[in-house]
């Protein structure tokens, strides 16, 4: 199911504990997979979910096991420049791609699609889903974990790229009961590339624009198994890959990133969750101007947003758990 790269601890005690018992009766190891209190630092508590329980995981685009890493994902392309910091299309050599217009009226589907308010001119869906026809449509993929409902698939076919402590554990993201998938070695790196990729060519197949992958901070909740390099070098993997498809990508959430590997990693444009709350706008428009998404998930967040970054930013207030209207805590708002 789409969650976000940046999620909560904010969740019911008898939440978490159906989460982990899942988990063990699924028989997932609970290695602890949480330094999210380095990360965010100083026990700063991370923003709500967006995406709730109910949202369906993401099984048919699922290559087969037998699929090989591609050239493409093997020899990732390097960023010899910054990425564009307007609505300006980037050169690649696979054509040309174009981030998200900037400051486009923007709504956020990825817990489930449906027509888009009027006004509407960019739209971010699962890539399980189709792209709203006429509108500029983002690709959600999970590309950092493995989605819940995934895991016997994982485990069958590519056991060996789904991230183990050094005890044989599975390393899980307690929150949301998801492994951690194991990009720490060039050939892991390749492998992964290879899969995502697949839902990479779906999205370019159904017409999508541009793709988001979530959970790029995942190596803060590995316990150290996993490194902020190579994470990098991952994401570089795939940025060339979905470049080489035609399609822009965006980094999601993680802030503290830093404009040097977002431009190593030729991130087109980002998409921010919760960055008025977290004051972390800004950090986003030095590196991508005003091809920056934020989605606010309060009222005075949302006002803040819009205060400050509305005549140039894409922002929206969306419902916590992203849903479709007429389910009773559908909401939607743009500046």
């Known amino acids: 199911m789409p969650f976000p790269g940046k999620r909560s601890r904010i969740m019911l005690g008898l939440a978490v504990t159906a989460a982990v018992a899942i988990a063990v009766g699924a028989g997932i190891g609970t290695a602890d997979a949480s330094t999210r209190g380095l990360w965010w630092g100083g026990g700063k508590p991370k923003p709500k979910p967006t995406a709730s329980a109910s949202v369906k995981p993401s099984t048919s685009p699922s290559p087969s096991a037998s699929t090989k890493p591609s050239a493409t994902a093997s020899a990732p392309a390097s960023a010899s420049t910054a990425p564009t910091s307007t609505s300006t299309s980037t050169s690649t050599t696979a054509g040309t791609v174009a981030p998200p217009p900037a400051n486009a009226s923007f709504d956020y589907q990825i817990g489930g699609p449906y027509t888009p308010p009027a006004g509407v001119k960019v739209v971010s869906r699962d ?12 690709c959600y993929v999970n590309a950092f974990q493995a989605q819940t409902d995934a895991n016997s698939w994982w485990k069958t076919n590519h056991p060996d790229l789904l991230l183990h402590d050094a005890k044989g554990n599975l390393v899980v993201d307690k929150d949301w009961n998801e492994i951690l998938l194991d990009f720490s070695t060039a050939q892991k ?147």
């Open 127 to 138: 890539h399980d889903a189709s792209p709203a026809a006429g509108l500029y449509n983002i």
């Open 189 to 335: 790196r390749a492998g992964l590339t290879a899969i995502v990729g697949g839902w990479i060519d779906g999205c370019a197949a159904k017409g999508f624009k541009g793709v988001e992958p979530d959970n790029l901070d995942s190596w803060t909740r590995s316990g150290g198994l996993l490194t902020k390099a190579q994470a990098v070098a991952y994401a570089q993997s795939l940025a060339a890959y979905a470049h080489g498809k035609g399609l822009a990508i965006g980094q999601k959430n993680t802030a503290d990133l830093g404009a040097a590997s977002a431009r190593q990693i030729g991130f087109d444009f980002a998409v921010a969750e919760e960055c008025a709350d977290y004051n972390e706008c800004g950090d986003y428009t030095a590196v991508y101007g005003n091809n920056v998404i934020v989605i606010e998930y309060s009222q005075s967040q949302f006002t803040k947003a819009c205060n400050s970054y509305g005549s140039t930013l894409s922002i929206v207030l969306r419902d916590v758990d992203v849903t479709t209207p007429g389910s009773g805590s559908y909401v939607f708002k743009s500046c």
